[in-house]
Nanobody
Framework: VQLQASGGGLVQGGGSLRLSCEVS????????IGWFRQAPGKEREGVSC????????YYADSVKGRFTISRDSAKNTVFLQMNSLKPEDTAVYYC????????????????????WGQGTQVTVSS
């Protein structure tokens, strides 16, 4: 399986971006998906995760109410809608996948994910 993250860019504070994580070589329903980010000089952190069933979601406290994760099985893609962006959201965003078929469990630790995309840069100006 391969993951392709896209949708990053430069945006002013308060703006919005939608990140996409396209799964290829397999079927999205087999995977729980997580979004992680890493800012310069900081450790990678979990942002949002969605179960393979699509029923359950997790959001880090820092993004609750601003970010929304969703999945579209027809497109084999998971989206991360990011609204009200802040300069502290600036980071490289990675999507990751864990094999578990149509399961309601969300996985919040990066150690629980086996497959990783290449990352997409998000820069929020003040």
């Amino acid at each position: 399986v391969q993951l392709q993250a896209s949708g990053g860019g430069l945006v002013q504070g308060g703006g919005s971006l939608r990140l996409s994580c396209e799964v290829s070589g397999s079927i999205l329903d087999y995977y729980a998906i997580g979004w992680f980010r890493q800012a310069p000089g900081k450790e990678r952190e979990g942002v949002s995760c969605i179960s393979s069933s699509g029923r359950n979601r997790y959001y880090a406290d820092s993004v609750k109410g601003r970010f929304t994760i969703s999945r579209d099985s027809a497109k084999n893609t998971v989206f991360l809608q990011m609204n009200s962006l802040k300069p502290e959201d600036t980071a490289v965003y990675y999507c990751a996948a864990r094999v578990i078929y149509r399961n309601p469990t969300v996985y919040t630790s990066e150690k629980e994910y086996r497959y990783w995309g290449q990352g997409t840069q998000v820069t929020v100006s003040s």
